[in-house]
Nanobody
Framework: QVQLVESGGGLVQAGGSLRLSCVASGRTFNSYTMGWFRQAPGKEREFVAGINWSGDNTDYKESVKGRFTISRDNAKNTVYLQMNSLKPEDTAVYYC??????????WGQGTQVTVSS
């Protein structure tokens, strides 16, 4: 298991940028595939972005491609989500998550991102 703590959320105007960070506890961070999910009010939690252990393979939800970038620093046990050109529909609680197998079974507490129009 790994503990995950997100930060960097906040209120931003449409077109603005935010960078989310997620710090993981433990010495096996570079064994985990890391990801970001989000959940808007009244909607299901959805995948946003993922990155493999070495950082050379990433995946994105179609609607954030070209605007969001996931990256990781294994020396700092940290994964980032750089969000540019934010839209009101990006408003949600963003969760950091980690997995070794096929299930996303480690979750942070979430950080609120609000994009005003």
């Amino acid at each position: 298991q790994v503990q995950l703590v997100e930060s960097g959320g906040g209120l931003v105007q449409a077109g603005g940028s935010l960078r989310l960070s997620c710090v993981a506890s433990g010495r096996t961070f570079n064994s985990y595939t890391m990801g970001w999910f989000r959940q808007a009010p009244g909607k299901e939690r959805e995948f946003v972005a993922g990155i493999n252990w070495s950082g050379d393979n990433t995946d994105y939800k179609e609607s954030v491609k070209g605007r969001f970038t996931i990256s990781r620093d294994n020396a700092k046990n940290t994964v980032y989500l750089q969000m540019n050109s934010l839209k009101p529909e990006d408003t949600a609680v963003y969760y950091c998550t980690a997995r070794m197998g096929t299930l996303w079974d480690n979750w942070g507490q979430g950080t609120q991102v609000t994009v005003s129009s």
